[in-house]
């Protein structure tokens, strides 16, 4: 398994060359919100799309 610098190095090295502060930015953000949905996921901390239909329902009424 890589460390955090190793997977961060890796994202930077995969934009182009011009790419801006904020484009690696954005893509390092991307990479972090994709990892912490996938740990949700796998430790089953996840809703149905029904329990939220649910839950913004009850937020009308």
Known sequence: ???VKEQ???I???QPIDASFDEILRE???ERMVN???N???EN???TNEEIE???QSWQS
Request: aromatic share 8%; charged share 20%.
């Open 12 to 14: 930077i090295n995969s």
């Open 28 to 30: 390092l953000a991307f």
């Open 1 to 3: 398994m890589s460390t």
């Open 40 to 42: 949700d996921s796998r």
């Open 45 to 47: 901390r996840t809703h």
């Open 54 to 56: 649910l839950r913004i």
């Open 36 to 38: 912490i949905g996938l």
């Open 8 to 10: 961060m190095f890796e």
